[in-house]
Structure formats: C-alpha cells, structure tokens
C-alpha cells in the first residue's frame, strides 16, 4: 500500500513563529504536493514539485516555501506564521500522471 | 479556467435513501480527467474514482455509480441505499494542465451526513 505520513496530526504555534510540516512518501513518486482546506473553499494547492529540488507554485504560495531535497521528502515551511494561516494542510504524492495518495492531514493553530 | 463547482454545500438524508452529489467542471483541454475523492472524520482523502474525458460510460462499483456527461459537463455521484458509513465530505476534481504543469483543481466539497 501506498503510504503518505505527515510529521504531526495537530500542531499550535503562535505568531510569527517558523513552522515546518514535513511529508513523506513511500512508493518513490515523483510528484508531490501540498494543499490547504478550509471550509467552504475545497483544497487549494499551495506548491508542488516535480522531482528533487524543483517546485511550482500553486494557487496561493504566498507566505510559504518548500523544500524537497530528498525524492520522497517535501516541507512545507511557514516563514513567519499568522493567524490566517491556521488550516488544514494536506499533503499528496503520485506517480507521473496518476491519481494522488493524500496523507492524514495536519491541522495547524496559529495563535 | 479551469475550474470545480459543487453547489450542494451538505446534504443530510436518512439511511437507505439513494442520494446524488453534482460536480459540473470547466475547462479548455480536450483531453483532462475527472477524480472524485472522500473525506471521512479521519481526515485523509481516500480516491474513489478517476474518468478519462474520452469515456462517458457511466461506472458502478457497488452502491457507487457515477454518471459523466460531457454535454453538460457534469460528472454525478450517486450512493445507493446509503449508510452510515458513508458519512464524510466528498470532493470532486479535475486534472488540467496548468502553467505548463498537471495540477489537480477540486470543487469545494459536499459535506453528507447520513443519519440513522
């Protein structure tokens, strides 16, 4: 079976604070991503990358970065967290254009 | 655009009635696929199915059917006799080129509770 973890399942930081969510996949997918859910607004895609050290940005990259330094490692970093920011965030892998095998989920609180 | 619309924000029925979740996409590729995932309390998305552009056939996997029209560009989920179990937020999702790259674009998810 495909495995996807995340590093946390809930996680509170306060503002302004760096926070790093960390994915890891299994099955050596190239391609792997990470979304936000909020209510009402569905999964938006924030980056996503294509092999080691390359990344894309999403929809709405704006107060995140990423590394993927490693084929089956992908960070999510928040350089300085706002409470705007508190959400869930989803990350995802997938072979090249196949179906996405989606992690538990961390449910971030910045206060 | 490319883009996901699920107008029905919850649906809540009673067990064993038969429920229908919509999904109508947009997009200018003519090639694209269609995804529909599920959400359980747990959290974790869970891939129900995935429908190439060029097939309309619709598909039945147990009490799950889905009914792909192109005219109409909708893409239905139909449970039947639902459960309990079946509870969750269901999200349906388009894959597009975008920017030169696959992406996945989701609808804003239908929240369904089925009660006992």
């Known amino acids: 079976d495909v495995k996807v973890t995340q590093s946390s399942r809930y996680l509170v930081k306060r503002t302004g604070e760096k926070v790093f969510l960390e994915c890891v996949q299994d099955?050596?997918?190239?391609?792997m991503f990470w979304y936000r859910q909020d209510p009402g607004l569905g999964l938006r895609l924030i980056y996503f990358?294509?092999?080691?050290?390359?990344?894309e940005k999403g929809d709405i990259p704006e107060g995140y970065s990423v590394s993927r330094e490693k084929k089956e490692r992908f960070s999510l970093i928040l350089e300085s967290a706002s409470t705007n920011q508190t959400s869930m965030y989803l990350c995802?892998?997938?072979?090249?254009?196949?179906?996405?095998?989606f992690g538990p989920g961390t449910r971030l609180t910045v206060t | 655009a490319q883009k996901v619309t699920q107008a029905q924000t919850e649906i809540s029925v009673v067990e064993k009635e038969d429920v229908t979740l919509d999904c109508v996409y947009e997009?200018?590729?003519?090639?694209?696929?269609l995804f529909w995932y599920k959400q359980p309390p747990s959290g974790e998305l869970v891939f129900l199915i995935r429908?190439?552009?060029?097939?309309?056939q619709n598909e039945i996997s147990g009490r799950y059917s889905w009914n792909f029209q192109k005219s109409t560009s909708s893409f239905n989920f139909t449970i039947t006799a639902s459960q309990v179990v079946d509870s969750a937020v269901y999200f349906c999702?388009?894959?597009?080129?975008?920017?030169?790259?696959?992406?996945?674009?989701f609808g804003q998810g239908t929240r369904l509770t089925i009660n006992p």
């Open positions: 999702a388009l894959r597009a080129v975008i920017q030169g790259a696959q992406k996945l674009v």
């Open positions: 099955m050596d997918h190239e391609n």
């Open positions: 995802a892998s997938s072979p090249l254009s196949s179906k996405q095998y």
């Open positions: 429908r190439n552009s060029f097939d309309e």
């Open positions: 990358s294509y092999d080691v050290k390359m990344k």
């Open positions: 997009t200018r590729d003519t090639t694209y696929y």
